[in-house]
């Protein structure tokens, strides 16, 4: 009966830690989950950004499509992908930009 008393007042200790959590954070989490969900995206937007020219250079040389059509791919990919985190994060036409991710996705 001891044991279970414990248990019991360590459940409702821990229920009541949860609900404080949850009360303080529960206006980032769903910021915080959209962000989980874009980070690829978005980590691969910035290193395009980042890396603009060897990007460019490795389409051309990959392809051999030329440096128009590698900086058009590369162009794409970054406004694509950094547009539409940027769409999901603010809540703005969100299935628009998850279907300018799911293009960028096949165009990869």
Same mark, same amino acid.
């Given at each position: &009966? /001891?044991?279970?008393? =414990?248990?019991?007042?360590? !459940?409702? *200790?821990?229920?009541?830690?949860?609900?404080?959590?949850? *009360?303080?954070?529960?206006? +980032?989490?769903?910021?915080?989950?959209?962000?989980? !969900? +874009?980070?690829?995206?978005?980590?691969?937007?910035?290193?395009?950004? =980042?890396?603009?020219?060897? %990007?460019?250079?490795? #389409?051309?040389?990959?392809?051999?499509?030329? *440096?128009? !059509?590698?900086? &058009?791919?590369?162009?794409?990919?970054? +406004?694509? %992908?950094?547009? /539409?985190?940027? #769409?999901? !994060?603010?809540?703005? *036409? =969100?299935?628009?930009?998850? /279907? +300018?991710?799911?293009?960028?996705?096949?165009? %990869?």
């Amino acid at each position: &009966m /001891g044991t279970n008393l =414990v248990r019991n007042e360590l !459940l409702s *200790k821990a229920e009541d830690i949860a609900d404080e959590v949850y *009360k303080r954070t529960r206006i +980032i989490l769903p910021t915080m989950a959209r962000l989980c !969900l +874009i980070s690829t995206f978005l980590e691969d937007g910035i290193r395009m950004w =980042v890396q603009w020219s060897e %990007q460019r250079e490795y #389409m051309d040389m990959s392809w051999g499509c030329g *440096k128009f !059509l590698a900086t &058009m791919f590369v162009l794409v990919n970054l +406004i694509g %992908q950094l547009g /539409g985190c940027v #769409m999901v !994060l603010i809540q703005k *036409k =969100v299935t628009v930009a998850c /279907g +300018i991710l799911f293009f960028i996705v096949v165009l %990869q």
